[in-house]
């Protein structure tokens, strides 16, 4: 479904994404994960088109992800981002609903907003929400907002940019819940980022560490409990001893 | 080298001034094929009427009305040094109208709206709500900027005519009230005097004058660079160059509208 074949991506003197090669089956979910500032939201961003790799290729279902028709080809996609970005002039709602009041997937705006509130209930929040701005709510219930509105028109392809960073434990296990049964359901292929390795066992169908620009190791959770890789060893222990320097 | 560098440096800043110059018409190129293709995003439209017209009216009001007031002062004073006060209604309906209306409403609105618009897209741009905008299939030049150029190439001409209406007024005030001219005699004098492309050339500079504030904070708030200094940045060059396009572009269009 997605192919990712030697992707490079420098700014500036800074070259973080070295020769990244990945592939991510149709309706399975992949987590990445890797240390903070190895380009693992960059990543995603090339994907979507955000960012411009400097070499290699990119393909989405066969198609070369920066020649395809750009708004048909994001049509397809929803993506969660790690700050949130939410449209902070837009009530919740509307946020939510976003592409189900414009363009291509338009709706009657009263069957738009249910919808939403509807999104909204599976991410743990309240119809009360729906007619606050996104600078009253707390962090944690604005990642909720970004989330329902990534799945809010059932896209195919779901990129998750840290999902479950700032929610409480419960809340995290709703999510992770969530997305698993967005791939399950839907059907959707879906690409989680995710420093939580509660979220990596219970989401990742196949899991992909990111490390100095390069895929360093790829395979499933079993597979990674039992790899001898140092490298993934300490990461998902949390070890300060080990290949990775702990103070950069 | 050595007596080269000033050479090289000069070079560089032209070039740099000149790629400039090329970005920006490729932007305004580029906002104006999003007005003209659908979808047109009509609430965004009105939103940036309410903000760029509307919400405007009292800054650019006061300023005519001082305007028109101070005018009065002087030309009469002036005036005065050959016998000529009976000029003070026509020069000030000729010079509000024609210069001071459109560069001050201009000045004014670029001061408000050139910041507001810098600002608020370029905190959407280091947020990641431009990217966020792109991945909802929503095209920023259309969603963004295009309505607003657009709404403020269609409400500052209305402001000039408002800011014209009340700098009039506001000589008037100073004509009738402390230089002791005949009410009636004064707006006869105004009304006689004034031709309509005063008017109407006027207009014609107020609606170059918001397309270009409203381009200005949309390109630099495009390219706001990354986080609250960034932005800060981004907001002082959208309301320089806002300034100094009016000013330069006053100038062309004078030349083009009066030179005979
Ligand atoms: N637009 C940009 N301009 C310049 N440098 C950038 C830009 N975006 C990202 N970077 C750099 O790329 C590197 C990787 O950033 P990225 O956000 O992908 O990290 P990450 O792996 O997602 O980290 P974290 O886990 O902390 O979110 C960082 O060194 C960052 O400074
Ligand atoms: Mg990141």
């Not at chain 1, 249910?114 to 709510?137: F, N, Q, T």
């Not at chain 1, 399950?184 to 169908?205: C, K, L, N």
């Not at chain 2, 018409?25 to 003209?36: E, K, N, P």
Request: charged share 15%; aromatic share 6%; with cysteine.
């Amino acid at each position: 479904m997605i192919e990712l074949l030697g992707v490079h991506k420098a700014f500036g003197a800074n070259a973080v994404l070295r020769g990244v090669d990945l592939q991510v089956a149709r309706g399975t979910s992949v987590v990445i994960i890797g240390g903070s500032g190895t380009g693992k939201s960059v990543l995603l961003k090339c994907i979507l088109g955000l960012v411009r790799p400097d070499a290699g290729a990119i393909l989405v279902a066969g198609e070369d992800a920066t020649m395809a028709g750009r708004e048909a080809f994001l049509a397809r996609f929803g993506m969660l981002f790690q700050g949130g970005a939410l449209f902070d002039s837009l009530p919740v709602w509307q946020n939510v609903a976003f592409r189900l009041l414009r363009g291509a997937k338009k709706r009657p705006r009263a069957e738009a907003r249910e919808i939403a509130v509807e999104k909204l209930r599976r991410v743990g929040l309240g119809s009360e929400v729906a007619e606050l701005y996104p600078a009253e709510l707390s962090g944690g219930m604005q990642k909720r907002v970004g989330l329902a509105r990534a799945i809010a028109a059932e896209p195919e392809i779901i990129f998750f940019d840290e999902p479950t960073t700032g929610l409480d434990p419960i809340m995290a296990g709703v999510i992770d819940e969530l997305i698993r049964e967005i791939v399950v359901e839907m059907g959707a292929t879906a690409m989680t980022i995710t420093h939580d390795m509660r979220t990596v066992r219970s989401v990742a169908d196949q899991v992909a560490m990111l490390h100095e620009g390069v895929i360093r190791w790829t395979g499933s959770v079993a597979e990674m409990d039992a790899t001898p890789d140092p490298y993934v060893h300490q990461f998902i222990h949390g070890l300060g001893q080990g290949p990775i320097a702990a103070v950069r | 080298m050595s007596v080269s560098a000033p050479l090289a440096r000069l070079g560089r800043a032209v070039l740099g001034a000149l790629a400039t110059t090329g970005r920006v018409a490729i932007f305004a190129l580029d906002t104006v094929s999003h007005m003209l293709r659908p979808p047109f995003y009509g609430r965004e439209f009105l939103l940036a009427v309410l903000q760029i017209g509307w919400l405007s009216l009292p800054v650019v009001g006061l300023t005519a009305l001082f305007t028109g007031a101070a005018l009065a002062l002087q030309i009469y004073a002036g005036g005065a040094r050959f016998n000529a006060e009976s000029v003070v209604p026509s020069i000030v309906a000729i010079g509000m109208t024609r210069e001071l209306g459109p560069v001050l409403g201009g000045l004014m609105v670029a001061a408000r709206v050139a910041s507001s618009i810098a600002a608020e897209i370029g905190t959407m741009k280091v947020t990641e709500q431009i990217d966020a905008l792109v991945t909802l299939s929503t095209n920023p030049m259309k969603y963004l900027a295009a309505p607003r150029v657009l709404a403020a190439t269609l409400t500052v001409p209305v402001l000039v005519a408002v800011g014209d209406s009340i700098g009039i007024m506001g000589g008037w005030l100073v004509g009738v009230n402390r230089l002791g001219f005949n009410s009636a005699t004064y707006l006869r004098n105004t009304a006689e005097f004034l031709e309509g492309w005063d008017v109407g050339s006027g207009l014609a500079k107020g609606a170059v004058f918001g397309f270009l504030v409203a381009l200005m904070g949309c390109y630099h708030g495009m390219h706001s660079g990354r986080g609250a200094m960034g932005v800060g940045a981004a907001t002082k060059s959208a309301v320089v160059g806002a300034s100094v396009l009016i000013l330069a572009s006053n100038y062309l269009l004078t030349e083009v509208f009066f030179s005979a």
